[in-house]
């Protein structure tokens, strides 16, 4: 057994201290974004670099202003494609990990295969989906759900697997059923690996919503980029990437904040 | 809190956020049965300038005077219009006339009603510091293309048509990214942007485009764009497509009247639209949507499409159509064909 950690706590930073341990976290984030700005801002500037190609970040600002409805109104059709579509991934990954955990022929099978899945290229499957669920936002969810299916299911699996022997010994000797020990055991001890999947499948689903709509939609951010491109606006181009990275941040901190509901034990620096 | 309640919370927040998230977006389901007549159009691209005569004859109403609910709807990819036609997916789709022949070629039942624009858009566009006036100044340049293997062939073609030695002449793929390899100065030249488009586009940008239309420079003309339809529907559907072309016909003329009737219309549906290249482009096309002199809507002259089956053939992009016979029919056009 390890050992047992639980009256170890962190000193609480004296009251006063505070605003400077904020500085101290989140300075060199934004010492490192305040870099990438000038540099954007002196390459944009340069005589060699055409300013339909790359806009200069003040350009960008303009565009936040002048086309701020517009963003907002396609961020919001992205964004519900995002989180519909990692609800779907997080039921259907821990599903099919649960299933696969509790039947291992089912894993035996379906394992290589979803390795395998992740080779196929995302435009391949683009057109199947618009076949297989019409031009709604259907092939957009399913391309979101894929993408961040593979990073749940796996973090998932190994979370199962990860489970302290003695302790499933223990639980089994007490007569815990099957699905109890499930319940009690192994789901609680695999939460902490499945946050770390949910963290990558909150980010790359940004990415997954873009590749629906840039095969055919009617709105979102996918497709204001990709016509954007198209029409060479590009301070409107790079605004709807700024957005969508910000979705990418906000998800990945909403999972952090679920994980913190979720595993208080892993804060607090014990074991379950 | 219970190790359940750990478990269920975060899974009930996320569900109910998904959940509120859907029920406040919930799109209307168009697998509901309609009363009206849904007919599905699949575009060539995402709606542009081309498409104003469609628009047009939507927002005038000109489609539901036939007993057609046109829905619009745009390709997942380059290829899907004439496959999703041929699937039976589409009612109709826009696709160009290489493409028809060349599924013809390889005996994909579908067939060509009418012609949406029936000149080349496809160009050779370049800066002028590059200083390409003629085909000839393309000696020693660099042309990028989108890769598709009959644009590549344009290019030979106007080469040879120039006298330039094509080994003279470097060829790059640039896939989607014709304009801006152009303005990164990639490319002395692109082959494959529309001079109704891309073209209008760098000339209302300031930068003073040199633009050579294929079709000038030796390659035989054609239907950039062409309504295609399921050839094994035909018989069944022809009162429909005859009735949207009727529809068409009245629409572009709605256009020619007033263009900000298909304008209007066009970036109403599509927000995310440049107004101001749009209204350009509609202006320099329209020429185009609207039929030739002494010719219906739509009309499409079949010797040009053998013409062009036979330089297909010369440079081996198509192998078992000798003529363009299948592959295209005027009988659905406005006062056209056995059924008026």
Not at chain 2, 250 to 259: F, I, M, V, Y
Not at chain 2, 306 to 326: G, P
């Amino acid at each position: 057994m390890r050992p047992y950690r639980a009256n170890i706590k962190r000193r609480p930073a004296p009251r006063g201290d505070f605003s400077m341990t904020i500085l101290k976290r989140y300075l060199p984030a934004a010492a490192l974004l305040a870099l990438a700005l000038v540099a954007w801002w002196w390459i944009a500037s340069l005589e060699a670099v055409d300013d339909l190609l790359v806009a200069s970040p003040g350009e960008v600002l303009g565009a936040f202003g002048d086309d701020h409805e517009l963003l907002l109104e396609q961020s919001w059709v992205t964004l519900q494609e995002v989180l519909l579509g990692l609800a779907i991934a997080v039921v259907a990954g821990v599903g099919a990990a649960v299933a696969m955990h509790l039947v291992s022929p089912l894993r035996d099978a379906a394992y290589p295969l979803l390795v395998a899945s992740q080779a196929i290229p995302i435009f391949v499957l683009a057109p199947l989906f618009v076949l297989a669920f019409g031009f709604g936002i259907g092939p957009k969810l399913a391309m979101v759900a894929l993408i961040c299916f593979f990073p749940v299911t796996v973090a998932m699996l190994s979370g199962l697997d990860s489970v302290d022997r003695e302790l499933l010994r223990l639980t089994r000797s007490l007569g815990a059923s099957r699905l109890r020990v499930l319940r009690l055991v192994e789901l609680p001890a695999s939460l902490p690996q499945l946050f770390s999947g949910l963290r990558i499948a909150a980010t790359v689903s940004v990415i997954g919503a873009v590749f629906g709509e840039v095969a055919g939609a009617d709105a979102g951010l996918g497709r204001l980029i990709f016509l954007g491109n198209n029409q060479l606006q590009t301070p409107r181009v790079y605004a709807g990437v700024v957005i969508l990275t910000v979705m990418a941040v906000g998800l990945f901190a909403l999972v952090a904040l679920l994980e913190r509901l979720a595993v208080p034990w892993k804060r607090q620096g014990g074991t379950i | 809190m219970t190790r359940l309640a750990r478990i269920a919370l975060p899974t009930l927040v996320l569900t109910a956020l998904a959940l509120g998230v859907g029920a406040c977006g919930e799109k209307k389901d168009d697998l509901a049965p309609e009363s009206a007549e849904k007919f599905v159009l699949m575009l060539d691209f995402f709606p542009n300038a081309d498409h104003a005569g469609i628009y047009a004859a939507q927002a005038k109403g000109y489609f539901e005077d036939v007993g057609l609910d046109v829905e619009i709807r745009q390709p997942p990819d380059p290829a899907a219009p004439i496959k999703q036609v041929a699937a039976g997916q589409v009612d109709l789709a826009i696709s160009y006339e290489p493409e028809v022949l060349q599924a013809r070629d390889r005996d994909v039942r579908i067939v060509s009603i009418g012609a949406l624009v029936r000149e080349p858009l496809t160009s050779i566009q370049s800066l002028p510091s590059a200083d390409i006036k003629t085909p000839a100044d393309l000696a020693g340049k660099t042309v990028g293309t989108a890769g598709i293997p009959y644009q590549s062939a344009y290019l030979q073609t106007v080469l040879d048509k120039a006298r330039v030695n094509p080994d003279k002449v470097k060829e790059r793929n640039v896939g989607f990214n014709l304009a801006s390899s152009l303005l990164a100065k990639k490319v002395d030249a692109t082959l494959g942007g529309f001079w109704n488009y891309e073209g209008v586009q760098l000339q209302q940008e300031g930068r003073d485009p040199q633009i050579i239309k294929i079709q000038d420079a030796g390659v035989p003309t054609y239907n950039e764009l062409v309504f295609v339809a399921n050839a094994d529907a035909l018989d069944r559907e022809g009162g429909r497509l005859r009735a949207f072309l009727g529809a068409m016909s009245r629409g572009t003329l709605a256009l020619e009247r007033n263009p900000d009737t298909g304008i209007d219309a066009l970036l109403k549906a599509n927000k995310d639209l440049d107004p101001k290249l749009q209204r350009e482009s509609v202006k320099v096309t329209l020429p185009l949507l609207l039929p030739a002199k002494g010719r219906p809507y739509g009309y499409q002259d079949p010797r040009e499409w053998d013409a062009f089956v036979s330089w297909m053939r010369e440079n081996r992009l198509v192998k078992t159509i000798t003529t363009a016979e299948s592959a295209l029919t005027n009988d659905l056009l406005p006062g056209e064909g056995p059924g008026k």
